[in-house]
């Protein structure tokens, strides 16, 4: 076994930083398992390392005896018929977490978890659970987890408030900071019981964090994750909005305004003289296109059509969508498609891929959902994108698309 096999200190040290970042040392001193005293075997010289080179095996086993009070040593004997007899580290032996704990260089850390750790339970002895679930998120946290504990506990109290996130009157509690405390909120409520945690709503558990996000078309109106918190506790939320143009100059809108945002309910109710609309991401592009007779423009931003779902009378349109062309551009096509499946998609063909090679730029994280509402040709490019056909992670933003390709492409239907 050569010299750089052999346990140093530092490997023991990155031992014990791994259980400390796994939080295991801390369950250990907040709630002991018996799993200490913790043996540690040690990787060794052997008898012919020795006969080998003594010098570094005698510095290795000196550093380990040198550093040894935060743990023991267990020694063996080691080349009695070689070199002579000679006793070297074995085993280190940790007496408790908290000599572990130290010896990672995190006692002070240590003493501050159990002190928040000791403020969760005198909130509330449920809070344990979540403590020992998460003990490394508690001390990230500091003091703004027993400011989530207490407004996990008004939510037990209160169930279905009826207000506002904005009116809920706690000390140091404000809307940042639940929008920035969601998860753990919801964590805590879950460990309190079902009455501090109502069921949730369809799309109700999807992170907080930026993330893929999950098909949400057709099903609750709650897509966002402050919506889903609403929900989640009986909060009230700003209604979800739609943005439109009207095209057509000939139709008569509120004294003349072209571009009119109403919420979700109300663009549902229009009956709207127009036989064409256009859904497009971006908002240049929405603001760019030009008149068109019997046309209206919807500007989605992304997943955000889940607004649209009650728009029945999109159905007697003729729907246009317009995306980037890339692995995601098709995802939301295909969402849309879950409630509109007549949608058209423009300007997202192979065509205008190779057109514009010059501007392609990269996917940072492609989809791979399976997608069951395109067309032929539609999945076969989606396909191809994802399997980088054309290069890696290629994609097209429909910004960098020409604007006279873009205005032959719709205005030519």
Known sequence: MSADSWTTLADLKALSLKAWNSGSLLRELLEPTGLYPRRRAL??????????????????????????????????????????????????VFAAAGDEVGFAGKAREAARFMELAGGMAALDPSFRQWVLRRPLRLLEL???????????????DNPDPGVYVRQLSLPGVHTKFIENHRRVIDELAEVLGPAALPETPVGGDLPDVPAEPDALLGQSAARTPAARFAARHGFVHPPELVRFRMLDPAVPLLG????????????????????????????????????????????????????LRDAAWLRECEVLYWGDLDTHGFRILDELRAVHPHVVSVLMDEA?????????????????????????????????????????????????IRWEWALEGILLR
């Not at 987890?145 to 996990?152: E, H, M, P, Y």
């Open 43 to 92: 990787k060794r010289p052997t008898a012919a390392a020795l006969l080998r080179d003594y010098a570094a095996a005698g510095a290795w086993a000196g550093e380990l005896f040198a550093a040894a009070g935060p743990f023991s040593l267990e020694t063996v004997e080691v080349g009695r018929s070689t070199i002579g007899s000679n006793r070297l580290p074995a085993a280190a």
């Open 142 to 156: 500091g003091a703004d987890a027993l400011t989530a504990g207490r407004v996990a506990l008004w939510l037990r």
């Open 256 to 307: 003349g305004a072209r571009d009119i945002t109403v919420t979700a309910a109300a663009f549902g109710s229009l009956r709207l003289p127009v036989a064409s609309v256009i859904v497009t991401e971006n908002l240049v592009n929405f603001l760019a296109l030009p008149e068109r007779p019997g046309s209206l423009a919807i500007y989605g931003g992304g997943y955000g059509f889940s607004s």
């Open 352 to 400: 205008t891929l190779l057109e514009h090679r010059d501007v392609w730029g990269s996917e940072p994280q492609p989809s791979t959902a399976e997608l069951t509402r395109l067309t032929e040709e539609e999945l076969a490019l989606y396909t191809a994108l994802g399997d980088d056909t054309f290069g890696p992670a290629v994609r097209l933003e429909q910004e960098l």
